[in-house]
């Protein structure tokens, strides 16, 4: 399973001659014959409930446009998980390029499943369950929990590492970081000394582990973990919620207040090298919360590094930001309380979760529209995982 975080240009030029290729041959097969029968069309696929008599919106669906052949994709079907809070399940559904998702089974974990991530390689999917101090992984494959893994108090950020080697898990009501060995499963503490609430990493930083803490009155509030010598970085900001690495690396972005009866449109950005603060922004009338994170919410991001996707909570939408001008350059309505994204490469969408009325919105990239919508109970975190093959 290949897990590329972006495609160069080189490989994009082979893919388009490649598809030009397979549209002018199919053409000449099409007319050929024409001559002599005619086709049936297909038969609509049928939706499968997420639970008893009640099914996936598909009236929305628009059909995407021609979708690369088969030996050229990433993949030949995308994977959507999602944890449904109240359930105490992952709810999984999936989809071929060229095809709306559809609901295929729900997996069994701990209690109030929350924040997810998914290794670099798309071998494993992680989610930290935050009412019982534990950590499900799960094989995407098979589609089953193969471990679940006692942490501390109420486990809430969670990121795999660059190299996919280590799972990190962030909580909220214990002093350390969980250090977790992928494969073996075995634990080591990685000392903070105060609570932390999410965690942040970036293959171009990949000793450098950014933190935020749970609820603090201190003036220091995000951090930087070194995770070769240990020694934690304090940067002086107050009132930081999440923070998360623009498209291309070279900044970070910091939200404020992480209170959902509290908003602010204050944002934050730095210097990842300096870790100092670059500048400070405000979107008016937003409270932008969370982003996309690679080694955290999927395999894959869009190419277009210049555009960054913010969960706006008063919209309540989806904020398209031109990240180096600062400023938004559109907004995708949604339901209420967005979260957490992931995205799907060879379909061109992103999926985003809203909570309050429990939804996976599927959104195509190129006309910013919603374009389907699935019912999922409590819906927070999503990742995604590119399946070569049947299993």
């Keep these: 399973m290949r897990a590329p975080l972006r495609k160069d240009a080189t490989r994009q030029r082979r893919v388009e001659n490649l598809r030009l290729i397979a549209i002018l041959a199919t053409s000449a097969i099409v007319l050929a014959s024409c001559a002599s029968a005619s086709v049936a069309p297909p038969a609509p696929s049928a939706a499968v409930p ?70 670099p390689d798309g071998k494993y999917v992680a989610v930290n369950n935050r009412m019982s101090n534990t950590t499900s992984i799960i094989d995407p494959v098979a589609l089953r929990e193969i471990v679940r893994i006692p942490v501390g108090r109420q486990p809430h950020g969670i990121t795999f590492s660059a190299d996919g080697k280590m799972l990190y898990v962030g909580h909220e009501r214990d002093n350390y970081i969980a250090a977790i060995a992928v494969g073996a499963w075995t634990t080591s503490p990685l000392m903070t000394g105060v609570s932390q609430h999410v965690l942040t990493i970036n293959a171009g930083h990949p000793n450098e582990l950014w933190f935020t803490l749970t609820n603090s009155a201190e003036s220091d509030v995000l951090r930087v973990l070194d995770l070769d010598t240990k ?58 919360f969370h982003t996309l994170k690679p080694l955290q919410d999927g395999m894959y991001r869009p190419e277009d590094t210049s555009i960054m996707v913010l969960s706006d909570h008063l919209g309540p939408s989806l904020l398209w930001v031109d990240w180096r001008e600062r400023h938004i350059v559109a907004e995708t309505k ?58």
């Design 231 to 288: 020694q934690i970085t304090k940067i002086k900001i107050g009132d930081v919620h999440d923070a998360y690495f623009t498209p291309d690396g070279s900044e970070v972005w910091s939200s404020s207040s992480g209170f959902l009866d509290k908003p602010s449109d204050r944002m934050v950005i730095y210097d990842p090298t300096t870790k100092k603060v670059k500048q400070e922004i405000h979107f008016a009338g937003r409270y932008p």
């Design 50 to 119: 997420d639970e008893p008599g009640v099914m996936p919106d598909t009236s929305l669906v628009v059909p995407p446009s021609p979708s690369p052949t088969p030996e050229i994709r990433l993949y030949q079907k995308l994977r959507a998980f999602v944890a449904s809070e109240t359930t105490d399940q992952v709810w999984v559904m999936e989809a071929a390029p060229d095809s709306p998702f559809q609901m295929v089974t729900k997996i069994p974990v701990g209690r109030l499943p929350h924040q997810m991530a998914v290794s």
């Design 334 to 391: 949604l339901g209420q309380q967005p979260f957490h994204s992931t995205y799907d490469p060879e379909g061109d969408r992103i999926l985003v979760t809203t909570n309050v009325d429990g939804m996976v919105n599927v959104i195509d990239m190129r006309t910013r529209l919603v374009v389907q919508k699935i019912p999922v109970t409590k819906a927070h975190g999503i990742v995604s995982v590119g399946i070569r093959a049947s299993p």
